[in-house]
Every structure is written in structure tokens, then in C-alpha cells.
């Protein structure tokens, strides 16, 4: 794991305020390791390394583990860990499993290139397989469909020509556009008949944007020309 989980309530425990502050630290030691090989808080078949060993790995002496503390407690050659977060490391296994099956699966029915790798003739994913891969990355639908045409026509490619998964691609449009599309100025789902307004957020019409022109105009004397006589 890479967070270490320490409710405020064993700091506030009588094992934790009754140690010595060398048997604190030690034990806050023990769970970084723990916690990093997700060991469940049980170190195995430790009793016999060495000071050296405990040190480079642990970052603690022998003379300090095998301490007598009510934070640890040694059941023959195994060390457990008093309060170590071992329902919160289940979790995080559960999800990373779960990740990991969810990406194997739609690596299985979309095989897209590797980044940078040519496309060759290798059959891009329908439009449908492309929305499905953005399923956990919030972006809309209709936003998707609209990039999907611009890197479908490209053959699965970047602006700059390089192979990308679609899933990448996408996210980084979507990072730089997405401000547009909410406030449907985007040329991808900006209204028909209207353009971009540079009198405010909201798109208007034509005829909007050209009686603002208009009023924009200083008033002053306008000359108008009749005609003269004719020449004879």
C-alpha cells in the first residue's frame, strides 16, 4: 500500500501513549514495512535475521524489535504488528484485482495499438467499443463520438501522427476542451446558426452578433451623397 491507514484513535490508545518513545517509533517502522509488503502485519520467519538485516530492511534494530512491547507481539519465528490496518490492505487488493480485470477484459475485445507503434492495417474499434473503454473516465458520450471521428479518420493516430489508444486520446481532448463543451461553445456541439460570442460566455446568432457590431459603432454626422446634375 502506499498510504499508511493509523486511525487517531490508537495514537489516543494506553499501548500507544504507555511506550517509550524509541518503542513508538519502532513501531511506526514495522507498519511502514508492513504496509509495503502487505503482509498483513505478520513479518514471517524473522526471529533469526540480523541487526544488519532488520536495519537495511525495516529500518530499525534487533535489539529494538525484540523489545518487549504491547504494539508487537512474537508467536515463534512470525512478528505481528498490534493495530495494523489489514481490513484496509484487503481493500486496496480487492481494487487493484478488480482494476486489473476490468482493463485486462477490454484489452481482450479492443486490441489497440501501443502508444507510438504504427497502426498498420490493424482494424480500429467501433464507435461503440471506443465509448465502452471510457466508461470510468466521466466523458460524455457525444463528446466521445465527436473526437472518435476526428482519430478514426486519422487511422487511430494523434494530430501530430503518432499511434495512440483511443482512451488516451480522448482524455486529452477532453482535458482541453471540456470547458467549451459545457458551455456549448465547441464547434462539436455548439448550436446551428450560432457562433462564438466575443461579447460574453453564451453563444448568439448571426444577426445578434452583427446589430452588437453595429452598436459597437461611435455615433457621429454620417454624410449622405445625393446625386449631382447630370453633365450636359
Known amino acids: 500500500m502506499e498510504w499508511l491507514n493509523i486511525h487517531s484513535s490508537i ?8 511506550c517509550e518513545p ?20 505478520i513479518i514471517v520467519n524473522c526471529k533469526d535475521w540480523s ?25 515463534g519465528s512470525d512478528l505481528a504488528v498490534k493495530f495494523y490496518p489489514a481490513d484496509k490492505e484487503l481493500e486496496v487488493k480487492a481494487k487493484r484485482s478488480r482494476i486489473s480485470l476490468i482493463n485486462a477484459q477490454r484489452d481482450a475485445v479492443f486490441p489497440f495499438p ?38 478514426s479518420s486519422r487511422q487511430g493516430k494523434d494530430a501530430s501522427g503518432v499511434a495512440c489508444v483511443f482512451l488516451r486520446y480522448a482524455k486529452k481532448r477532453w482535458e482541453r476542451e471540456k470547458v467549451d463543451w459545457a458551455a456549448k461553445t465547441h464547434k462539436g456541439n455548439k448550436p446551428p446558426g450560432q457562433i462564438l460570442n466575443r461579447y460574453g460566455p453564451h453563444p448568439i446568432t448571426k444577426d445578434e452578433a452583427f446589430e452588437k457590431a ?3 459603432i461611435p ?9 449631382g446634375p447630370m453633365p450636359s
Not at 455615433?219 to 446625386?227: A, L, Q, V
Request: hydrophobic content about 35%; charged content about 25%.
Open 219 to 227: 455615433d457621429g454626422p454620417r454624410i449622405i451623397h445625393e446625386p
Open 51 to 75: 541487526d544488519r538485516r532488520w536495519q537495511q530492511t525495516v529500518r530499525i534494530t534487533a535489539v529494538e524489535v525484540g523489545r518487549i512491547c504491547p504494539l508487537w507481539k512474537w508467536s
Open 214 to 216: 453595429l452598436n459597437a
Open 22 to 41: 524509541t518503542d513508538r517509533a519502532t513501531w511506526l517502522c514495522l507498519m511502514r514495512y508492513c504496509s509495503g509488503q502487505e503482509n498483513g502485519g
Open 114 to 151: 501501443s502508444e507510438g507503434e504504427s497502426t498498420g492495417e490493424t482494424e480500429l474499434p467501433t464507435l461503440e467499443q471506443a465509448i465502452a473503454s471510457l466508461l470510468t473516465c466521466a466523458i460524455p458520450n457525444d463528446f466521445a463520438a465527436y473526437v472518435y471521428g476526428d482519430w
Open 11 to 18: 495514537l489516543d490508545s494506553e499501548e500507544f501513549i504507555g
